[in-house]
């Protein structure tokens, strides 16, 4: 059984930053594609950024460039999505997700998911 345990969301205004972690099992953080992805209200699911743990590749949607930088901490099985320079449209419910196969920043390609976190900017 896959767990995915977010933490981390919350208000700020436009241009501050936050930080969301996201901690699993060894065994997953050393197998699966880890992502984060975010919907917004009306809006399809759509991938932010991606890593490989274990290997540290990255990959990030156009929209959050420079912006947002997704990393990892081997000795606690955890990846972060790092926020900064927050805009009002980054508001959504970000997640947390976890594929096996999956082709990243891709939604439909990710089996696990963790409950999601709140980020609201204003």
């Known amino acids: 059984d896959v767990q995915l345990v977010e933490s981390g969301g919350g208000s700020v205004q436009a241009g501050g930053s936050l930080r969301l972690s996201c901690a699993t099992s060894?065994?997953?953080?050393?197998?699966?594609?880890m992502g984060w992805l975010r919907q917004a209200p009306g809006k399809e699911r759509e991938g932010v950024a991606a890593?490989?743990?274990?290997?540290?590749?990255?990959y990030y949607a156009d929209s959050v460039k420079g912006r947002f930088t997704v990393s990892q901490d081997n000795t606690k099985n955890t990846v972060y999505l790092q926020m900064n320079s927050l805009k009002p449209e980054d508001t959504a419910m970000y997640y947390c997700?976890?594929?096996?196969?999956?082709?990243?920043?891709?939604?439909?390609?990710?089996?696990?998911w963790g409950q999601g976190t709140q980020v609201t900017v204003s």
């Open positions: 997700a976890a594929a096996v196969k999956g082709v990243p920043l891709v939604a439909g390609g990710f089996e696990y």
């Open positions: 060894r065994y997953t953080y050393s197998n699966y594609l």
């Open positions: 890593i490989y743990p274990v290997g540290g590749q990255t």
